[in-house]
């Protein structure tokens, strides 16, 4: 897949950290599933840029929101 590609070890680093890790590693499959999906609807081309944009959108707020999760799982306040 061109473009985003996230790491097995950047990946594996990130989860141990973690206590909730099959959710974090969840949300990696589908943030890569964002991206590849994206990728998709630009190299077929039958996508209309309303369509793409729709779906950026989406893929920006996914990564808010996963940003906020890692955040929360990160904070010395909720690991003790």
């Given at each position: 897949m061109r473009g985003l590609y996230i790491g097995e070890i950047l990946k594996n680093k990130i989860i141990m950290a973690?206590?909730?890790?099959?959710?974090?590693?969840?949300?990696?499959v589908q943030l890569k599933s964002k991206v590849?999906?994206?990728?998709?609807?630009?190299?077929?081309?039958?996508?209309?840029?309303?369509?793409?944009?729709?779906?950026?959108?989406?893929?920006?707020?996914?990564?808010?929101e996963f940003e906020s999760l890692i955040e929360r799982e990160a904070s010395p306040l909720r690991n003790g």
């Open positions: 973690f206590r909730n890790k099959e959710l974090v590693d969840k949300r990696f590849k999906n994206l990728d998709l609807m630009v190299s077929r081309g039958k996508s209309t840029a309303q369509d793409f944009r729709a779906e950026l959108k989406s893929t920006y707020e996914f990564i808010e």
